[in-house]
């Protein structure tokens, strides 16, 4: 648990240098309460001008909202076996836990809830809404455990995507923020219900990637597992043409699930397991609030 709080502070006063200065609104959501109108003055976004009001007054008018009182956040979060996965500066999973923190960490402000599902790993985990980052890092704390222990031999299926996103939806039932994390690998059975979420809440899918799920190094003949189902592959990476066609295919395999994903009207982010992973998680979070 000291680990997990001392990382907690780490993100959270990096989330707050990234996103310190003018923005425009301090929560994930965008706001809905109508707080006024007034003239429109020089700079006003004209996207929020009033016409009804301009017409009658024959002057420009823009509408002034505040953001949401009490916005509730859900995060979908994945801990299958493939996210165990990493070979560079952290696990896919090490990532995963970072996202969450930081989003715990902005979701929690004021009177904001956040509330958790977690799928794919011995067991699945529900967090029902609540303020505060405490019941996250609680969170993060017993997955840490479950990953640790053997799982019983009567142990059901693991939950899929398909299923957390379905239970999220069930549960969900007032408008707000619903962030997925995890890596996106596997089959598309769980595009139905992500697009049930998309048309009643704001969706945004954090995709955590690794770049040797990308490319094959040279490095002789190699036993390729899939954590997943244990299905193993020998292959000789000694060849260039098969290590062409193995990239060509994931990066064609990737962009089929960018393209799915904004079909669905989900917002698409990818963090990698090499490098800074907070600035461009933190970029792209003021770029889509400025285009809102």
Same mark, same amino acid.
């Not at 996210?83 to 004021?110: P, S």
């Not at 997955?143 to 479950?146: H, I, K, Q, T």
């Not at 193993?232 to 043409?241: G, N």
């Not at 907070?278 to 809102?292: D, I, M, N, V, Y």
């Given at each position: 648990?000291?680990?997990?709080?001392?990382?907690?502070?780490?993100?959270?006063?990096?989330?707050?240098?990234?996103?310190?200065?003018?923005?425009p609104?301090? !929560? =994930?959501?965008?706001?809905?309460?109508? @707080?006024?109108?007034?003239?429109y #003055?020089? *700079?006003?976004? $004209?996207r929020?001008? %009033?016409?009804?009001?301009?017409?009658?007054?024959?002057?420009?008018?823009?509408?002034?909202?505040?953001?949401?009182?009490?916005?509730?956040?859900w995060?979908?979060?994945?801990?299958?076996?493939?996210?165990?996965?990493?070979?560079?500066?952290?696990?896919?999973?090490?990532?995963?836990?970072?996202?969450?923190?930081?989003?715990?960490?902005?979701?929690?402000?004021?009177?904001?809830?956040?509330?958790?599902?977690a799928?794919?790993?011995?067991?699945?985990?529900?967090?029902p809404?609540?303020?505060?980052?405490?019941?996250?890092?609680a969170l993060?704390?017993a997955?840490?455990?479950?990953e640790?222990?053997?799982?019983p031999?009567?142990?059901?299926?693991?939950? !899929? =995507?398909?299923?957390a996103?379905?239970r @999220?939806?069930?549960?969900n039932? #007032?408008? *707000?923020?619903? $962030?997925v994390?995890? %890596?996106?690998?596997g089959?598309?059975?769980?595009?139905?219900?992500?697009?049930?979420?998309?048309?009643r809440?704001?969706?945004?899918?954090?995709?955590?990637r690794?770049?040797?799920?990308?490319?094959?190094?040279?490095?002789?003949?190699?036993?390729?597992?899939?954590?997943?189902t244990?299905?193993?592959?020998?292959?000789?990476?000694?060849?260039?043409?098969?290590r062409?066609?193995?990239?060509?295919a994931?990066?064609?395999?990737?962009?089929?699930l960018?393209?799915?994903?904004?079909?669905?009207?989900?917002?698409?982010?990818?963090?990698?397991?090499?490098?800074d992973w907070?600035?461009?998680?933190?970029?792209?979070?003021?770029?889509?609030?400025?285009?809102?």
């Open positions: 648990m000291g680990v997990l709080r001392a990382l907690d502070l780490s993100v959270r006063h990096r989330v707050e240098g990234l996103l310190a200065g003018d923005h609104s301090t !929560t =994930l959501g965008r706001g809905t309460e109508l @707080a006024q109108v007034r003239p #003055q020089p *700079g006003d976004d $004209v929020f001008i %009033d016409w009804s009001v301009t017409a009658r007054t024959t002057e420009p008018h823009v509408r002034v909202h505040v953001a949401e009182r009490s916005l509730t956040t995060l979908v979060l994945d801990t299958s076996a493939s996210m165990q996965f990493g070979t560079a500066d952290r696990t896919k999973a090490d990532l995963a836990e970072g996202v969450a923190l930081a989003v715990g960490h902005l979701a929690c402000r004021g009177a904001n809830r956040l509330a958790v599902v799928f794919g790993g011995p067991r699945s985990i529900t967090l809404p609540a303020q505060g980052r405490a019941g996250l890092l993060l704390a997955l840490r455990e479950v640790g222990s053997p799982a031999d009567n142990t059901p299926a693991a939950e !899929t =995507l398909a299923d996103l379905a @999220a939806a069930r549960l039932r #007032q408008r *707000g923020l619903v $962030v994390v995890g %890596d996106f690998r089959g598309r059975e769980w595009t139905t219900p992500m697009g049930q979420l998309c048309r809440h704001d969706v945004l899918a954090v995709e955590v690794d770049r040797r799920e990308q490319e094959l190094p040279d490095v002789g003949e190699l036993w390729l597992v899939d954590p997943e244990g299905r193993q592959l020998r292959v000789d990476t000694r060849r260039r043409s098969l062409a066609r193995f990239a060509t994931a990066e064609a395999e990737r962009a089929a960018a393209s799915e994903l904004a079909s669905l009207g989900a917002d698409h982010v990818v963090l990698t397991t090499e490098g907070l600035q461009p998680l933190a970029s792209f979070l003021l770029r889509r609030e400025r285009q809102r």
